[in-house]
């Protein structure tokens, strides 16, 4: 409610691009978690270690299917460091598990990253052309709500202000 105060009409711009790009990122992130967790779970099942394999001070977060999946969520955001991944070079699944990981950084590291950049890049577009429409907008739903919460309102119109505004 603060950053959009009819005195910051500046900072109102901003605000209103960071919610429209945190809608967009939620948006493709619900159907891109679906991508997360299917790859946390091939990862647990390539490169977990059985409980008498496991030694202490070992890689562990392969090993259980819930840190699988935070540590993938954590590789989606970029922390890949490429000696850390516990692939066993004896194991007949090595070239599988190679090809696999090459393909977790192909598909959900560049390709959602620049996808993601390329939304919030769009989305900050089309606020900035209509940058002074917002504006307004949201003076009007301030200044409206202040209204119906300090002067009342009999016929119950300057409250439906803000919803009249946002079906626009």
């Known amino acids: 409610l603060i950053g959009r105060h009819p005195k910051l009409t500046e900072y109102n711009i901003y605000v ?3 919610l ?10 619900t159907w891109y978690c679906l991508f997360i967790i299917a790859f946390g779970l091939v990862f647990f099942i390539l490169l977990h270690k059985s409980g008498n394999e496991a030694k202490d001070g070992e890689y562990v977060f392969f090993n259980k299917a819930w840190l699988s999946l935070v540590k993938t969520t954590t590789m989606f955001v970029g922390e890949l460091e490429f000696s ?3 692939i066993n070079l004896e194991s007949s699944l ?5 090809a696999f990981f090459l393909s977790f950084v192909f598909l959900i590291v560049v390709v959602l990253m620049n ?10 577009g ?10 307004y907008r949201s003076q009007v739903e301030t200044i ?11 016929f119950d119109f300057l409250s439906n202000v ?5 079906n626009l």
């Open 126 to 135: 089309l606020i900035r052309e209509k940058a002074e429409i917002f504006s």
């Open 144 to 154: 409206s709500t202040f209204e119906s919460m300090l002067l009342g309102d009999p």
């Open 115 to 124: 996808l993601l950049n390329g939304l919030a890049v769009s989305d900050t």
């Open 94 to 98: 090595a070239p599988l598990a190679y």
């Open 20 to 29: 429209k790009v945190l809608k967009t990122f939620l948006l493709f992130f």
């Open 162 to 166: 803000p919803a009249m505004l946002s």
């Open 16 to 18: 209103t691009m960071f």
């Open 84 to 86: 850390d991944i516990p």
